[in-house]
């Protein structure tokens, strides 16, 4: 929008400095400095345009037309006090002179914060006859983001902004901060002769470092790296790179991977998600399986639209544009998908605000539409551009950049408390482990998925890290999770993670080891679910019985035994019967799935093996359990 408007702006002068014929004044020497400047603006010589003009105006104050032309460069230069000045000249001379000047002066008036002067300039202007449809569509929204300015400065919401220090922000410009799920990395843009990389911060001890540079990889001396998103676990960087030889637009969407503590050479995502147009502004959901971004492609509502495509062993989709509730006629940018994948913050100069840009929160309906965005609220925005806001896994602080708060120099990263009405609708947490050989301690890649029980469905697919066996992955409250770590060679690894009627933001750290397929080695199936003193299989156990089910596929030779066990509440007797018939169940469950019986023993143990004390209900729910043990191979 800024961009056409500057263009009509031009246009305009360029017809204004050749017009000929009447003027509001009959002094020579006016219309000459009026002439000049007019030649001037041919060749965009703003300053020497604006000494003549006030030269003009010097020979006669009531020249109406040389007012109105230097309101317009003054506000082609932004210097927008100024501009104000002169079109309220203009009106003042002659109120229905110029009707325009009243829409001009109005929309200067919004990004001065002038909202109840800017609202009365632009319902006079409405009063004006054969207007175009364009400029009565323009007008209706200014006048909209008045009234709503005007009542948002009277209910401002809490923000107290804090500076990231000067281990993040020095005289150069930050911006555009995001972090990962555990807050440990800080990945943000630094800006130094014009040239954007990446730098990252780590905390220790709760304290951020200083800031060192991303890496060689990724960061180039001759093109911009921007505008990235950084996975919820650190390990991939999606990123804006601008005019790079293997692009296939302006700008394209990038990707890397982590190797260690560097990132490996990133690669170009290729249609259908990059053109040749603008694709930029990524940001990758929680599963890592979805990625928004802003586009200026065909089939969008205006300039500059946010986009989504998903992944799949196919590769990435058609990109899909979010929709009227998301994307206007005018800018939709800086997409940022939070960690519980269900609310989305973006920047809009389309939806009523303060003026500018403004940030924006939408939440994801029960319908899985995306609903019309609320505005954060003042004095989060203001009638400048805010953008490029992140938030944190579990939704209490955002980070974002600014260069009006008295920092370092240029733009510094902030962070500050998010009122509760702009939070994440769910909250999130997070599991992180480390994997390691039980015998060896080393650090082993291994196969971790976590999976939504109730549907059955994967949340979470990757491997842990080679070098240091680490994974992270975010979980929303409200669901019931299992988690399988898996390596050939190994036994399988299980634990469930109940977030249902459980409001936590304690993380769950995990040092997972794991153990060789050895004669006499066990495993607990933590999710393996059964209802109190019943044997019936819940559905919920699917996922778990499913791993059950590959691993003996995939190690043919192995027999197990299938043991059932209890608390030691209730009778001695009826909870040995219990567990032997919920570990048939799960033997008969095998067999009807495939697998030889003959390589399948159950027995039922009752109370008998507790693992820990039965001394609470915590415990006691640890020892009712389902178990398998290797009895050959």
Not at 7 to 19: K, M, N, R, T, V
Not at 343 to 353: H, I, K, N, Q, V
Request: proline letters at 5%; charged letters at 20%; a negative charge.
């Amino acid at each position: 929008m800024k961009v056409i408007l500057v263009s009509l702006i031009l246009i305009f002068l360029s017809i204004f400095s050749f017009g000929q014929g009447h003027y509001t004044t009959t002094n020579e020497q006016a219309i000459k400095h009026y002439a000049l400047a007019g030649q001037s603006l041919d060749y965009h010589e703003f300053a020497t345009a604006v000494t003549e003009l006030q030269k003009a105006i010097d020979e006669d104050s009531k020249f109406i037309e040389a007012h109105e032309q230097l309101a317009d460069v003054y506000n082609l230069l932004h210097q927008n006090q100024s501009a104000v000045k002169e079109y309220l000249t203009v009106i003042n001379l002659s109120p229905d002179f110029i009707r325009g000047a009243y829409l001009k002066v109005g929309t200067i008036e919004i990004s001065l914060a002038q909202y109840e002067q800017a609202e009365m300039h632009l319902q006079k202007y409405l009063t004006y006859p054969n207007l175009t449809d364009q400029n009565i569509y323009l007008t209706k929204k200014l006048i909209k983001d008045c009234e709503f300015s005007i009542d948002a400065i009277k209910h401002p919401v809490p923000f107290t902004p804090v500076n990231m220090g000067p281990e993040i922000n020095t005289a150069d410009d930050e911006y555009l901060p995001e972090v990962t799920a555990d807050e440990g990395t800080l990945i943000f843009t630094r800006q130094i002769n014009r040239n954007e990389d990446f730098y990252k911060s780590v905390k220790v001890d709760g304290k951020w470092q200083t800031a060192t540079y991303l890496s060689r990889n990724i960061n180039t001396p001759n093109y911009n790296e921007g505008a990235q998103s950084i996975s919820q676990d650190g390990k991939y960087l999606f990123f804006t790179g601008c005019n790079r030889p293997d692009g296939l637009g302006r700008c394209d969407i990038y990707i890397a991977k982590r190797v260690g503590d560097d990132w490996g050479k990133p690669y170009d995502l290729n249609p259908p998600v990059n053109t040749p147009g603008w694709e930029s502004q990524p940001s990758i959901s929680s599963d890592g399986r979805t990625l928004y971004f802003v586009s200026n492609r065909k089939g969008g509502y205006g300039g500059y639209d946010i986009w989504k495509s998903t992944v799949s062993d196919k590769g990435w989709s058609e990109p899909e544009n979010l929709g009227p509730n998301i994307n206007t006629s005018f800018d939709e940018q800086s997409p940022y998908i939070h960690a519980d994948d269900s609310t989305l913050y973006f920047c809009s100069d389309g939806w009523p605000g303060l003026g500018g840009k403004d940030l924006f929160v939408s939440r994801l309906g029960k319908d899985g539409k995306w609903q019309k965005p609320t505005n954060l609220g003042y004095p989060i925005n203001s009638s400048g551009d805010e953008n490029g806001l992140s938030v944190n896994a579990n939704g209490q602080y955002a980070y974002f950049a600014s260069n009006k708060l008295n920092g370092y120099g240029g733009f510094d990263v902030y962070t500050f408390e998010l009122p509760a009405t702009d939070r994440p609708q769910h909250i999130v947490t997070y599991v992180k482990g480390i994997v390691t050989d039980i015998k060896t301690k080393e650090h082993l890649e291994a196969a971790v998925e976590i999976i939504d029980l109730e549907k059955n469905t994967s949340v979470y697919q990757d491997y842990s890290s080679a070098d240091a066996g680490d994974f992270l992955a975010t979980l929303t409250a409200g669901k019931n999770y299992g988690l399988n770590v898996s390596k050939d060679g190994y036994l399988f690894y299980s634990a469930n993670f109940s977030l249902i009627g459980r409001e936590t933001k304690e993380p769950f750290i995990l040092n997972i080891e794991l153990s060789p397929i050895e004669i006499g080695n066990k495993v607990i199936l933590n999710n393996i679910f059964f209802d109190t003193n019943k044997y019936d299989i819940k559905p919920d156990s699917k996922a778990e019985l499913q791993k059950l089910i590959d691993f003996l596929t995939l190690n043919p030779t192995i027999h197990i035994e299938i043991s059932g066990h209890t608390d030691n509440v209730g009778n001695t007797q009826l909870n040995q019967v219990l567990s032997e018939n919920r570990a048939k169940a799960v033997y008969q469950y095998l067999v009807t799935s495939g697998i030889n019986p003959s390589r399948l023993v159950y027995k039922g143990f009752g109370d008998t093996q507790p693992i820990v004390p039965n001394t609470s209900d915590d415990n006691r729910s640890k020892n009712r359990r389902t178990e398998f043990k290797i009895i050959a191979k």
